[in-house]
């Protein structure tokens, strides 16, 4: 089966479980992260600056 999570504007995620949250911070989230070393797999957001209207899209 396949999930989604997605980050949309500078603050708003929705995780792979359909939760949807609002970030507030200037701070470094990690979005998925490989539990097994061996690939080394970690997709992580940073939002040091709200203003900013920068938009990457991961696949």
Known sequence: ??????????T???TF????YATRGSCEYTL???IRAATGL????A?????SSNYKELT
């Open 42 to 45: 970690n997709i992580a957001m």
């Open 12 to 14: 708003h995620i929705q």
């Open 1 to 10: 089966c396949s999930k989604i999570c997605s980050v949309t504007g500078s």
């Open 32 to 34: 998925v992260e490989e």
């Open 17 to 20: 479980d359909g939760k949807h």
């Open 47 to 51: 939002n040091p600056d709200k203003t």
